[in-house]
């Protein structure tokens, strides 16, 4: 498959690990990228980092849990900068939600940052790229939404949500010019996997993650899950009954 090149790109989430190595990936490719978050020091270094390269990084200070303000924000952007055809909805928390200690605010963190800051993300180009017919949109969602894994009801439950809504894109607009791929990746080392405590097999560095993500991007692979060996686990996971995951599981833990 012919990779392909990016005239404007927007990535969430790039004030660090994955969102911060795709933006810097693409910039020294020649992408005008726009990094957003909530952290912009962070991301004015990565704009830095971007033009001693040779590259072009533009800090975008974006909290996307403020759906609304994140929607108008990136569509201005769209219309500035002449229409985005690569937006990457990466931006994402990872915090653990147990059942027995439950807390709210923690769910409707989780869910107002991977469920409706990364649809209202999307949401924002969706309708501009369907009118030029050009554009690529990028969901990272996680191999975590393969089944609801322990201490995780809001994480796998939000990424799920984020999988399936990529699907329905994906086959909304297939024979358009509008791709759509959705990204499921294992354990890879960032601030988000720094404080887990459990195992976590196949870890991977952040910049080979980033290298294989961003190729399946350009690819305009439509599914990436990796490494294969925790994608191939989750498969097979996903296909078991009920009656044998829960057991499999708690005995994991
Ligand atoms: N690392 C893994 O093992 C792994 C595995 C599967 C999937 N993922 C997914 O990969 C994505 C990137 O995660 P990562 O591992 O690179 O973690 P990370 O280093 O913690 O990065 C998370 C990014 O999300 C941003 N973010 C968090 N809340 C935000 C908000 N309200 N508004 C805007 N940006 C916000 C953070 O920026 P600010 O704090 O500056 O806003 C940061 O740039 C996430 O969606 C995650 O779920 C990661």
């Not at 927007?10 to 990936?25: F, I, K, P």
């Not at 219309?79 to 990872?94: K, Q, R, T």
């Not at 923690?106 to 309708?127: C, E, F, H, M, W």
């Amino acid at each position: 498959m012919a990779e392909r090149k990016y005239e404007a790109a927007l990535v969430t989430g790039a004030s660090s690990g994955l969102g911060r190595g795709l933006a810097l990936w693409f910039a020294q490719r020649g992408t005008r990228v726009f990094a957003a978050a909530r952290r912009v020091e962070q991301l004015r270094t990565l704009a830095e980092e971007a033009r001693a390269a040779g590259g072009t990084v533009e800090p975008v200070e974006l909290d996307v849990s403020q759906a609304d303000r994140t929607l108008e924000r990136i569509q201005r952007i769209d219309a500035d900068c002449g229409g985005l055809d690569l937006v990457v909805a990466n931006a994402g928390v990872g915090l653990e939600t147990y059942a027995k200690r439950f807390n709210w605010e923690r769910v409707k963190q989780i869910l107002d940052v991977n469920v409706t800051g990364a649809a209202a993300t999307l949401s924002a180009v969706l309708p501009k790229m369907v009118e030029r017919n050009k554009g690529h949109l990028v969901g990272v969602s996680s191999l975590a939404a393969f089944r609801g894994l322990p201490r995780n009801a809001a994480y796998s439950g939000s990424k799920a949500f984020l999988s399936t809504f990529m699907e329905s894109l994906r086959v909304d607009l297939r024979g358009t010019g509008v791709r759509v791929t959705c990204i499921y990746p294992g354990f890879v080392k960032t601030e988000m996997t720094a404080p887990n405590k459990h195992p976590m097999p196949f870890l991977l560095e952040p910049e080979e993650a980033v290298e294989r993500m961003a190729r399946a991007i350009t690819r305009g692979v439509p599914v990436f899950a990796f490494p294969w060996q925790m994608s191939t686990a989750m498969k097979l996971v996903k296909a078991i009954p009920d009656s044998l995951f829960d057991p499999l599981v708690r005995k994991l833990r």
